[in-house]
């Protein structure tokens, strides 16, 4: 794999310490970071590592770091690479479907009844179509779960971008048991596909969906593949209310008792409505949450208790939920809502600040899916997933401050450049290796045949 050194970039590191460098040179190696250092520094201690040629002697000077290509960030922000913490990107081909209707209703009227006709292709093509929409907006990685898995995989090793990939699992239907078998062989036999841009997970739709029988056998089954879970919890207040019926608990207890969050890693999606108990839980089991406000707020589900759930030392990331809840995949307008929801619920406009929403869109949801130690922030080390925002650009002047930029007025058409496992995805406003003509014909084609 080749080697290239991004010059002369504002990097927004999003590490523990919140380092921004107001212009620095970032050098990739195959599929990692290996250097960044402060432009015309040439090095330093986090220089260029022993595995790179360097002209002569120590790395004096930033013109003796040779690379086999070299671009300009100049009047660019480089920040990581954007996570999606929770998705269904298929979804894609039912965006604009369906709107302006409550949960239930939504999903069993209109939803579920055209996702029974899906076929396996329709799944990759609409995967490859969300793909797309993501590394345009600079999102380098997502968290799926969706019907047709082994569809929705091909599409991430084929886009070029990261994933973690798990099947849908649902209770109702007749061959539940089945699809348990499918998804715990695949999980097995894609784990770390595409050179490991690809991490495979079971996926139990929610508690509501899903009988204690069948949730037994996913933890054994994530047990024995050594995968993790990701599951809805806690979305609407009607599902909390139905468990305690039930089952005299609420779902998160209901989950901690049956076992599910000894998995690692759990991701839940959702979790708005809590009880202290259930926040207690969430953070004593490290459980990886994702925020959705932009899905919330369309499904009038609720608001997330994520200042609270912060407070107390919870791992919370964004998301998107499916585009047929959002509409898009755009993560710096989720990173917004977020941080705009929670001062309008609140009434106080200090909480959810700006850094506090970014985090959640890198660093957070990479420890949310289990993957803080290989993306989420730019570090030497780290996979290079990163993406380059225009910055020279009425709507972002003058640059006063930017993580406020990022957080409150950047968009997904600022983005340029786009790094993925230390390949370029996008340059300079244009798709490496994706047809989006074609992607368009399979998907207009496609959703004729599922509406008719
Ligand atoms: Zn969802």
């Known amino acids: 794999m080749a080697s290239w050194l991004i010059r002369n970039a504002t990097v927004v590191t999003m590490d523990e310490a919140g380092t921004v460098l107001p212009q620095a040179d970032v050098l990739i190696n195959g599929s990692e970071i290996v250097g960044l250092w402060p432009s015309g520094s040439g090095g330093g201690a986090a220089g260029p590592s022993t595995s790179l040629r360097v002209n002569s002697g120590t790395p004096a000077l930033q013109t003796e770091v040779r690379a086999d290509h070299t671009i300009t960030g100049e009047g660019m922000v480089m920040i990581p690479g954007l996570i999606n913490a929770h998705t269904h990107c298929a979804m894609t081909l039912l965006r604009g479907y369906a709107d302006d209707m409550p949960l239930m209703p939504w999903l069993q009227e209109r939803i579920w009844p055209l996702e029974m006709k899906l076929q396996e292709e329709d799944v990759y093509w609409g995967t490859m179509l969300g793909a797309a929409e993501m590394i345009r907006a600079g999102v380098t990685c997502f ?167 912060l407070a107390a030392g919870a791992v919370v990331g964004l998301g998107t939920d499916g585009p047929a809840s959002n509409n898009n995949l755009d993560m710096l307008e989720e990173a917004r809502l977020a941080a705009l929801l929670h001062k309008l619920h609140s009434g106080d406009p200090t909480v959810v600040p700006a850094r506090t929403a970014l985090e959640m869109a890198t660093r957070g949801s990479a420890r949310a899916l289990g993957l803080g130690d290989r993306v989420g922030q730019i570090k ?67 959703v004729k045949r599922l509406v008719s």
């Not at 596909?193 to 508690?207: I, K, Q």
């Not at 989950?255 to 991701?267: E, H, Q, S, T, Y």
Request: with cysteine; charged share 25%.
């Open 143 to 309: 968290n799926d779960m969706y019907h047709y898995f082994e569809a929705t995989a091909r599409a991430v090793v084929d886009s070029g971008i990261r994933a973690n990939v798990s099947g849908v699992l649902l209770g109702f239907l007749p061959d539940a048991e089945e699809r348990l078998e499918r998804a715990i062989a695949f999980a097995k036999q894609w784990r770390e596909a595409g050179d490991g841009r690809l991490v495979t997970m079971l996926g139990p739709h929610a508690p509501y969906t899903c009988p204690d029988h069948l949730l037994e056998k996913v933890i054994a089954g994530a047990h024995e593949a050594k995968v993790g879970i990701h599951i809805h919890v806690s979305e609407t207040a009607r599902e909390v209310k139905d468990s305690q019926q039930q089952v005299g608990k609420t779902p998160v207890q209901r989950l901690k008792d049956a076992g599910l969050f000894d998995a690692r890693p759990v991701l839940a999606a959702h979790c708005v409505h809590l009880t202290d108990e259930d926040i207690a839980t969430l953070v004593e089991y490290q459980v990886g949450i994702s925020h959705n406000p932009g899905s919330n707020m369309k499904l009038a589900s609720g608001v997330a208790p994520i200042p609270r759930l």
């Open 380 to 446: 030497v080390g780290m996979k290079a997933d990163l993406a380059l925002l225009d910055f020279h650009q009425p709507h972002l002047f003058p640059p006063h401050d930017v993580i406020s930029h990022l957080a409150y007025a950047a968009r997904a058409g600022d983005v340029r450049t786009v790094f993925i496992n230390g390949r370029p995805v996008l340059m300079d406003g244009k798709l490496q290796g994706l047809d989006e003509e074609e992607i368009y014909g399979q998907v207009r084609a496609r």
